[in-house]
């Protein structure tokens, strides 16, 4: 009996904490931008864990997520490097720039 309870407490702290490191991208995010980008892996653009990752510790890295969203990138060296080219579209399908600043600061905030 002792080792059903402690069974269900496991499996029941591991829905919890596996449900706790799950992130979602925000509505907007989804609306505009999933498409091509997902939080965990590459689509056509980059995952936001490797943009996060990329401007971590970068005192204006959110400011530059936010720019890249709102003009797009152009042969960036860090992103061609990882098989990213091109450019995406400016203002990332028609993000208001609240959209924008919503978005670089999720992306930013993701560990």
Known sequence: M???VVS???AAGLMIAGSAMAVDMPAVGKAKCGACHAIDKKLVGPAWNDVAKRYAGD???EATIAKHITTGIKDDPYWAEKGIKGQMP???MGASDAD???LAHFIAGLK
């Open 2 to 4: 002792k080792s059903i």
């Open 8 to 10: 269900i407490a496991v």
């Open 59 to 61: 005192k204006d890295g």
């Open 90 to 92: 400016a203002k990332g």
């Open 100 to 102: 924008i600043k919503e």
